[in-house]
């Protein structure tokens, strides 16, 4: 089995920071790519960032802000989150791409508020 597991979310302030945190443990043959997607309350879930095993990195197009690293060793996925938004205010989960497989986390909830 594999476990994905987030961490880092939070409540802060309109240009605040937040580094969120997923860790991948369990039955690991060979991740191919790790990510990021967030959903915003009443919205689909949508890409935010992804980093394959190669290190090649795609976002989307509203979060030039954010910043995702890998440590590879560790088998865990950063997400570096500055200048945040209200429209940031988000469940963020972890993607995992193992084999022809795909793993999620629970999700972390990121709210920014004054």
């Known amino acids: 089995q594999v476990q994905v597991v987030e961490s880092g979310g939070g409540l802060v302030q309109p240009g605040g920071s937040l580094r969120l945190s997923c860790v991948v443990s369990?039955?690991?043959?060979?991740?191919?790519?790790m990510g990021w997607y967030r959903q915003r309350p009443g919205e689909q879930r949508e890409l935010v960032a992804r980093?394959?095993?190669?290190?090649?990195t795609n976002y989307a197009n509203s979060t030039v802000r954010f910043t995702i690293t890998r440590d590879t060793a560790k088998n865990t996925v950063y997400l570096q989150m500055i200048s945040l938004k209200p429209e940031d205010t988000a469940v963020y989960y972890c993607?995992?791409?193992?084999?022809?497989?795909?793993?999620w986390g629970q999700g972390t909830q990121v709210t920014v508020s004054s």
């Open positions: 369990g039955s690991i043959f060979s991740i191919q790519s």
């Open positions: 993607n995992v791409q193992i084999a022809l497989q795909t793993y």
């Open positions: 980093i394959t095993t190669g290190g090649s």
